[in-house]
């Protein structure tokens, strides 16, 4: 399987703190990968990582195979970037931009951007600071859509789209990586979506890496149940992946539930839930 994204043990620090600590993460191709985590837990800084806008301290960056670490060119053309803050020229029209783009990217695709800016229901003669928040975010993401990337980071990329606009967006996504073999880096804090189309979920915590894991296994196998200390000390340790203490109970996410005893009561488990529990759980 070809790995698009390769991170290796990834550290950075602002000043003293230390707001990535040994990230490690992949996103092969054909693949999405949904990368979650509580505000301030380092998202955006990874994305920055990768495209070299900010300096690691430590680690490995390979995109296609390779350490092209600040070789812009490449970087432009070949990963496609939707970041929360907006950065398109204000005074243009998508039509002048357009104009732009084809000189821009070797490798535009215009009748893609076409079928998008339709698909997204974008005005061509508008100038885009009179876009509205969700109007700017389908622009970019139609643009990382057209350039024949392979990979794309896509940072808080559906946040402030309303539904039937999330879910034109999420269907693109899903097409990308079909038709194109493409991978993609997606974070956000709306877990309906990450459930949607992400086939591995990367979950991050105080610039952590706290759980990485394909979506359908989360799905089936995980858990998150009560028990007791005695219970507890009978469950193979591999199959505990973290735990809280809540007053006297004790929460535990077991990462297969078909080795639980039959008596502890199993509910179904959202990664709604299991997000809300790694942010709070402790690392074993
Ligand atoms: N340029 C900077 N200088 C100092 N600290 C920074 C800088 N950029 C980010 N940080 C700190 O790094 C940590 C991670 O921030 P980051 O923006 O990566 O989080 P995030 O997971 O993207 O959060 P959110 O979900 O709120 O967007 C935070 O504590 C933040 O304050």
Not at 121 to 140: A, C, I, T
Not at 206 to 220: A, F, P, S, Y
Not at 231 to 252: C, G, I
Request: hydrophobic share 40%.
């Amino acid at each position: 399987m070809t790995v698009l994204l390769e991170m290796e043990n990834i550290s950075k620090s602002f000043k003293r703190k230390n707001v990535l600590k040994n990230v490690t993460l992949n996103v092969p191709a054909g693949s999405i990968v949904g990368f979650v985590g509580d505000n301030g837990a380092g998202k955006s800084t990874t994305f920055k990582t990768i495209l070299g806008l900010i300096k690691k301290d430590e680690g490995t960056v390979r995109l296609f195979g390779e350490e092209i670490y600040g070789q812009q060119s490449t970087l432009r053309e070949q990963v496609g970037v939707v970041f929360d803050a907006i950065n398109l020229p204000a005074e243009l029209t998508i039509k002048q931009l357009n104009k732009v783009f084809v000189k821009m990217y070797s490798s535009w695709d215009q009748e893609a951007f076409d079928r998008l800016l339709q698909t997204f229901h974008l005005p061509v003669d508008k100038k885009v600071k009179e876009f509205s928040r969700g109007m700017s975010m389908k622009l970019s993401v139609a643009v990382a859509l057209s350039h024949n990337a392979k990979l794309l980071l896509l940072d808080e990329a559906t946040g402030g789209l309303d539904p039937s606009s999330r879910k034109e967006l999420l269907d693109e996504l899903s097409r990308f990586v079909e038709v194109n073999k493409g991978g993609i880096l997606l974070s956000s804090h709306i877990m309906s979506d990450i459930e949607k189309i992400a086939d591995h979920l990367v979950f991050i915590k105080d610039g952590e890496i706290i759980l990485t894991e394909k979506r359908e296994v989360i799905q089936n196998q995980y858990a998150i149940v009560e028990i007791n200390e005695e219970e507890l000390s009978k469950l193979e340790p591999e199959h505990v992946v973290t735990s809280y203490k809540d007053n006297n109970a004790l929460v535990v996410l077991v990462s297969d539930k078909r080795e639980l005893p039959e008596n502890i009561a199993v509910n179904e488990l959202t990664l709604e839930d299991l997000s809300v529990f790694l942010a709070r759980g402790e690392k074993k």
